[in-house]
């Protein structure tokens, strides 16, 4: 079975600062997807970024990136220049037939 | 097209009803998801479908939740004899299968049952 594990539950960073989130995943599968959910307090799910297992080029959207590596089935989620607004549930998924999310790391970006 | 669209957004129930719940997806999108939210947990797939054939329903699933999505369009779920522990927000997303841009989400329906 697929699943996905996000081993950092709760994060703090200073506004302007980089972070990185971890994700690993584990799949018998070769052609998935990945991607990087943000959710606001009390509002809905909004995509951040996704990446498709057999490219392997990094997705980047704007100040957000990832590092994917495919054998060692980690996604990682840089966020560069980090604004109050960043401040959310970050989820981690893998999407085969349907999507796995992991538990989520609370970020919050300090000012 | 407003995007995927829930009702209602917010349900308290007796412990024991009934309650049925609406989802309203991207009207070209032939895959419909439902998810279950807990407090400060990632969402937990429950059961999908595409176009009104449901594909794969969850363990997590009982017999007292029931999906449908009768011509492909909408979709319903009913949580028959309702307990607290089914207390959650309930989730729906939609996609186009073969075009994997990430699912899009509704709103979500928060359910209290008291």
């Known amino acids: 079975a697929q699943t996905v594990t996000q081993s950092q539950p709760e994060m703090s960073v200073q506004e302007a600062e980089t972070v990185t989130l971890s994700c690993t995943y584990d799949t018998s599968e070769n052609n998935y997807y990945l991607f990087w959910y943000k959710q606001p307090p009390s509002r809905q799910m909004i995509l951040v970024i996704r990446?498709?297992?057999?490219?392997?080029q990094n997705a980047t959207e704007n100040r957000f990136s990832v590092n994917f590596q495919k054998a060692a089935k980690s996604f990682s989620l840089k966020i560069s220049d980090s604004q109050l607004g960043d401040t959310a549930m970050y989820f981690c998924a893998y999407s085969y037939d349907k999507i796995i999310f992991g538990k989520g790391t609370r970020l919050h970006i300090l000012p | 097209d407003t995007g995927v669209s829930q009702d209602p957004r917010h349900k308290i129930t007796k412990r024991g009803q009934n309650v049925t719940f609406r989802c309203d997806p991207i009207s070209e999108h032939n895959r419909l998801y439902w998810y279950r939210q807990t407090l400060g947990q990632g969402p937990e797939f429950l059961t999908y479908f595409q176009n009104e054939a449901q594909l794969e329903k969850s363990r997590l699933l009982s017999d007292r939740f029931s999906a449908e999505r009768p011509k492909g369009s909408f979709s319903t779920l009913e949580i028959q004899r309702t307990e607290q522990g089914d207390s959650a927000m309930y989730l729906c997303a939609s996609s186009l299968v073969g075009l994997d841009y990430g699912y899009t989400f509704g709103s979500g329906t928060r359910l209290t049952v008291v």
């Open positions: 990446q498709e297992a057999y490219k392997q």
